[in-house]
Every structure is written in structure tokens, then in C-alpha cells.
């Protein structure tokens, strides 16, 4: 039997579409917790003190992992676990598919293991030690996704895209270091909004930002008239073998 070229309605394409928008909608996930958590933490504390009438002083956290000893624990926990479930889900390609499954187990990391107050147990202390490494690999994973996945020079992605990844993926790590200085040196300590608070701020949102515009980016070019996509196997498409391709294309063949 002679196969027909693909139309909008064929189940390939429709196969395809879907792909696209579960991408985007995990991207779009992904950004939105990335912006949304740093500010929402604060004011959490401060609305739950107003709502209960006690003080507001020092509804601001020392750090966004210190928010697992104020009012918005669970708020703080669950973003975390919600982030490792997004990106423990998302799927792209091969390499993006295991970056995006680790930093994902980083994430639950973050959030089942507390960081320390001071002052606890040898387990406590430890646990402690392993927050700030699963922190700190997860920011590393989300800006390598920044500099290396969402640029690519080989699609028709416009050169200031590209920049703009770069630039997010660069403040991801220079805010990542500038926290840890400010954590191991205590700059700041008396500042009611600490610079290890701002630091993470600026590294999430970072992270956010870069990975809505992948969303956007993506659902733009899903969008697009076929013609005007050029190769479908650029970045904003997921990349499969030829024979899943194949499959997707005549699925009456496995009929």
C-alpha cells in the first residue's frame, strides 16, 4: 500500500503535537515554580503571622532551605518535590532525559532532607551536609540546561535567544557562588533580607525565566506552519530513532 504524505490530522501528527505540548507544559512547570517559590516563601510567613496575630519580624528566612523551620515548610517542601516531579518526567532527548532525571532526585533530595538548624545531632549534621550537595548539584544541573541544552547553534534559533540562555545559565552559577560565600562568611548576617536569600533568589529565578522561554520558544515553533519549521529535528522537537519515527508516521503499519 502507497502512504500518504502526513496531514494535520494524521495520528503521526497528532503524536508529535502532543509530544510538543507535554514538553512545553513540563518546561512551562519547571519556570514557574522557578519564579514563583523565592517570593512566595517570605510572604507566606508574613501573611500566616498576620492571620494569627503574632509578630512579623523576621517573617523573612535566612535562606530558602530555612524555610523548612517557619510557617511555609510545606509550601517549601512540596515546590521541591513538585520541581523533582516535573523534571524527573520530562523527556527530550537522551542527554537532556538523564540531566533532567538527576536534577529531578536532586530536587526530592532538597526537600527530604532538611537542612541544619545549628546545634543537632551527628545524623541531623549530616543530613544537613547532604541538603547543601543535592542544593547545590541541582542548581549546577538547571544551568547546565541554560548554557548547553536550550542554546543550540545549529537550529534557527535567533542569536540573542541564545544569548539570553547563556546569560541565565551564567548568573545561575555566579549567584550559586556568591551564596555560598555569603553562607560561609556571614556577610550580611544583619541585613533583615540576608544576602544567601537573595543569592538563591537570583539563581531561581534565573532558572525559571530560562525555562519558560523554552516553554514559549517551543510552543511558538509547534505553531508554525510545517513549511516554515524547516528540519523537524531541531531542538524544539523531541529527537527520536528513525524506526520510532517511522512508527509515527505509518501507525497503520503496526496494525
Known amino acids: 500500500m502507497t502512504h500518504d504524505s502526513p496531514t494535520q490530522n494524521s495520528p503521526g501528527v497528532r503524536w508529535s503535537i502532543q509530544d510538543v ?24 510567613n508574613w501573611l500566616s503571622a498576620v492571620v494569627t496575630g503574632r509578630s512579623t519580624d523576621g517573617f523573612w528566612p535566612v535562606s530558602m532551605s530555612a524555610s523548612y523551620y517557619t ?97 541565565a545559565g551564567v548568573v545561575i552559577l555566579a549567584a550559586l557562588g556568591l551564596s555560598v560565600l555569603a553562607g560561609a562568611t556571614g556577610i550580611g548576617s544583619d541585613w533583615s533580607v540576608r544576602p544567601l536569600y537573595l543569592g538563591e533568589w537570583l539563581a531561581t529565578w534565573a532558572f525559571g525565566m530560562a525555562w519558560i522561554g523554552a516553554a514559549l520558544e517551543l510552543a511558538a515553533h509547534g505553531r508554525r506552519p510545517s513549511s516554515d519549521r524547516g528540519d523537524t529535528g531541531t531542538t524544539a522537537l523531541p529527537r527520536q530513532s528513525d524506526a520510532a519515527a517511522s512508527d509515527q508516521r505509518h501507525p497503520e503499519a503496526q496494525a
Open 21 to 44: 505540548r507535554t514538553i512545553a507544559i513540563l518546561r512551562l512547570g519547571v519556570g514557574l515554580i522557578g519564579i514563583l517559590l523565592p517570593p512566595a516563601l517570605p510572604f507566606g
Open 71 to 167: 510557617d511555609t515548610r510545606n509550601l517549601f517542601v512540596g515546590g521541591l518535590c513538585a520541581l523533582g516531579v516535573f523534571l524527573i518526567c520530562y523527556r527530550f532527548d537522551r542527554r537532556d532525559d538523564r540531566w533532567s532525571t538527576a536534577a529531578g532526585f536532586f530536587a526530592l533530595g532538597v526537600a527530604l532532607c532538611p537542612t541544619s538548624a545549628g546545634g543537632g545531632s551527628g545524623v541531623q549534621r549530616t543530613v544537613g551536609v547532604l541538603h547543601l550537595v543535592f542544593a547545590g548539584l541541582l542548581f549546577v544541573m538547571l544551568a547546565m540546561f541554560c548554557l548547553y541544552s536550550f542554546r543550540n547553534p545549529r537550529s534557527a534559533q535567533p542569536a540573542r535567544v541564545g544569548t539570553a540562555y547563556l546569560v
